[in-house]
């Protein structure tokens, strides 16, 4: 009998990578999430750093604390416009997310099927061998 050799096997590669692909466009777009992350908390470290150093100062004068609302503002205004791109950020993570899970999905049907069709030869190769023995073993009584 010949060996097991699975019809779709190259199909199967080429999920393979579609799969690889996916996971490194999602990783990727994890990264860029994180990356927004990361400056909206620089930009906050920033501001509770210069709130930080205004308020050490023994003398405070007026001017000093008009810079830090100003500051403060812009601080905030910076934090505001990182939501949209962050926003648009999570909805592209979330849609690789879900091509990601359904190459998967297709790659895990293949394995699936040549999983099933390799038990098939697997059963059909037992019971030609064990056949071969019957033949065999009933070769021998022969008078």
């Not at 709130?51 to 003398?59: H, I, Q």
């Not at 939501?83 to 849609?95: D, G, K, N």
């Not at 297709?106 to 030869?121: D, G, M, S, T």
């Not at 023995?133 to 009933?138: D, M």
Request: charged share 35%; with cysteine; proline share 2%.
């Amino acid at each position: 009998m010949s060996g097991f050799a699975f019809r779709l096997e190259k199909v199967l590669e080429w999920r393979k990578t579609q799969l690889e692909l996916q996971e490194v466009e999602y990783r990727r777009e994890l990264e860029n999430l994180a990356a927004i992350d990361r400056k909206r908390v620089q930009i906050e470290a920033a501001g509770q750093d210069a709130e930080r150093v205004v308020r050490a100062w023994n003398p405070v004068c007026g001017d000093d604390l008009a810079a830090l609302a100003t500051f403060r503002t812009h601080v905030r205004n910076q934090e505001l416009e990182l939501l949209a791109p962050r926003a648009q950020c999570v909805q592209q993570v979330e849609a690789q997310q879900g091509r990601m899970l359904e190459a998967r999905r297709r790659l895990r049907l293949l394995e699936r099927l040549k999983e099933r069709q390799r038990a098939e030869w697997q059963s059909g190769r037992d019971r030609e061998i064990e056949a071969v023995a019957s033949e065999s073993y009933l070769a021998q009584w022969r008078p």
